[in-house]
C-alpha cells in the first residue's frame, strides 16, 4: 500500500491563532481555482490506480471549509482501493456531508483552537461526529495558555476519543510541565523532543510520500529533493528504502513513520487520523531515540 501525504497550494485559514502564519490569511479566487484544480487532478489520478492507497490532506490553511475538500474526502472514501482518507481540521465546517462518506474508510484530525472557537460549540461538532460514526482524534497545541482549556476538553470528551499534545514549537518543556501534559496525552513524550534521524531507517520515500498540487513526489514534507512526478509516474522508479537525510525531526505527520520509533504498532489501524491501538499504550521512547 502506498501512503500519501497530500498538500496542495490552499494556503487559507478562517482562524488565527497567534502561533500560525497561515492564521486569517486569504487566497485569492485564482489561487482557490488552482487549488480545486489540483485536488480535482489528485483524485483523478487516485481513481485510476489499481494499488490500495492511504491518503492523509495537510493543508496549510482549513480544507474542509471548501466545498471541493469535503466533496474529495467523500469520493475518495468511495474508492474500492483507498483504504483510509483522512484530513487535518479544525473542525470549524458542518459535519451532515460526511453522511455520504464511506465511514469505514474517512477520518479526521481535529485540532482545537482555544481562543478562536467555544469549547462548546467544538464539542458538539465532535458528538456530530460521533453520531454519524465517522473516525476521528482531537489535539491541541501545548501552550501553557492552553493547559486548563485542554484539561476540561478531555474531562469532556468521551473516554473513546484520543486527545493528543503536540508541543509547541520552539518551546521547552521542564519536567512538571511535561508531566501535566502527559496526564492529558500519555504519549506527550513522543512530542515533547525532536527525534535525532539522520542515518536511521524511515518508511518514507519508499511506502509513503508527500505530493504537492503539481503532483510532484518527494519522500516527505520536511526533505526537499524531489522523486519524481505523480501523474507521469516518474515517481515510481525511485521508491526505495532509504535512511532519513535530517539531524532530526520534530513534526508528528514526519517521525511517526520512522522506523526507530513504536508509532505504527501505537497507532495501528490509525496511523494517518492518529489514533490510538486499544485499549494500551507502548512503551515510551528511551533517551536513545530523542533529545
Partial sequence: MLTILYRGPLASCDYDCPYCPFAKRRDTREQLRA?????????????????????????????????????????????????????????????????DADRDTVALWCTYHPGQTPRDRFLTKTAELTTLGVRFSVGVV????????????????????????????????????????????????FSRHPHRTRGSACRTGDSVVSVDGAGTVRRCHFVPEVLGNLHDGSFRHALRPRPCPLDVCDCHIGYVHAEQLPLYDVFAGGVLERIPTEPVWLPLPTASTSH
Avoid: K, M
Fill in 35 to 99: 487549488d480545486r484544480a489540483a485536488l480535482e487532478r489528485f483524485c483523478a489520478w487516485a481513481a485510476d490506480q489499481d494499488e490500495d492507497l492511504s491518503i492523509l490532506f495537510t493543508p496549510w490553511g482549513e480544507g474542509l471549509v471548501r466545498s471541493w475538500y469535503r466533496r474529495a474526502l467523500v469520493d475518495l472514501s468511495r474508492l474500492p482501493r483507498v483504504r483510509r482518507v483522512a484530513i487535518q481540521t479544525n473542525l470549524s465546517c458542518r459535519t451532515g456531508w460526511l453522511a
Fill in 142 to 189: 501545548g501552550l501553557p495558555e492552553h493547559l486548563e482549556a485542554a484539561r476540561r476538553l478531555r474531562a469532556e470528551l468521551p473516554d473513546s476519543v484520543y486527545l493528543w499534545v503536540n508541543a509547541a514549537e520552539g518551546h521547552e518543556y521542564i519536567d512538571a510541565d511535561a508531566a501535566d501534559w502527559t496526564e492529558i496525552d500519555p504519549l506527550f513524550e
